[in-house]
C-alpha cells in the first residue's frame, strides 16, 4: 500500500542495455583508456546503476575474449577458458545483483525517511500554525486585558476623585449640621429663659390678680379712698394688660423658636441621611470596581 504522503516517483530512462555498456566501452578505449572502470562508464553513460554497468561490463568483457581467442583442441585452456568465462559472468552476476539489492535497500530506506520526515514535517508546520494562532489569540486577549485595566483604572480614578467630592460634601453637611446643632442649643437656651420669663409674668399677673381682688375687697371697705382706689386699681389694671400682651407675645415667640427648632432638626436629618446614602454608595462602587482591577490584574499575571 503506497503511502500518501510519499512523493510520486517521477518516470525514469529506458533501461540500460547490453549494447550501451559495450558502445561505451569501445568509444572510452578509442579515447586511450585501455580497461574503464566503472565509474569512468557511468559517467559517460550518465544513468544505470554500477551493479547493471558491472555485470554488462562483466558479460561483454567474457563474450570478446572468447571471440578473440581460439583455444587449441584438448589444451588446458581449451577446457578453462569456459569454465572461468561462466565463472566471471556468474559473478558478475552475483555481484550486479547484491549491488542493486543494496541500491534497493538504500532506495527504501531513503523514501521511507523522506516519508516519515515529510509526515514529521506536516505535523511540525501545523503544529506551528496553531501555535501561532493561539499566540495571535493569546496577544489579542493580552491587549484587550491591559485595555480593559487601562479604563477601568480611570474610571477608578474618577470615583476616587468622586468619593473625594462626597467625602467633602459630608464634611460640609457635618460642619452645617454642628452650626444647626448650635443654633437648635441656643434657641433651647432662648425658650427656657421665655419659658422662666412667662412663669414669672404668670405669678406677676396671678399676683395682681390677688391685688385686684384685694382692692376690690378693700373698696368695699374703705368706701372713703375711694377715688385714689380707683386710680390704683385702674393703673393696676392696665399693668395687667400690659403683662397680658407680653405672655401673649412670649407665646409667640415660643411658637416660632419650637418651629424653627424642628425645622433645623430636620434639615440636620435629612442632610445626615444623603451624605451617609451618597458615601455609602461610592464606596460599595469603588470596592466592586477594585474587585475587578485585581481580577483581571490575577488573570494577566496567570
Sequence with gaps: MTDPS???????RPGLQRK?????????????IRDPSLAQLRQHLGRGSNGTISRLRSEIRGERLLATRTPVEGSVESSVLPALVSAMERLG????????DQVEAMRSTFETAQSTMGRERDAAVA????????????????????????ALRAEAGDEKKRLERAESARQKFET????????????????DRLDKALAEKSTAFDQANAAHESLQKEHAVLSGAHTGMEATVARQAEAAEQDQTLIQELRGAQAVLEKRAIEAEQRQATADASATAMIDGLEARLADQR???????????A
Design 176 to 191: 452645617q449640621a454642628h452650626t444647626l446643632s448650635v443654633e437648635l442649643k441656643s434657641m433651647t437656651e432662648a425658650h
Design 20 to 32: 550501451d555498456v559495450a558502445d561505451a566501452i569501445d568509444v572510452l578505449v578509442e579515447r586511450g
Design 93 to 100: 552476476e552475483e555481484a550486479a545483483k547484491a549491488a542493486d
Design 6 to 12: 510519499t512523493p510520486p516517483k517521477s518516470p525514469g
Design 127 to 150: 503544529a506551528a500554525h496553531d501555535i501561532r494562532i493561539e499566540l495571535t489569540a493569546r496577544a489579542d486577549q493580552v491587549k484587550d486585558l491591559r485595555e480593559t485595566i487601562k
Design 291 to 301: 474587585r475587578v482591577i485585581d481580577s483581571l490584574i490575577e488573570k494577566v499575571g
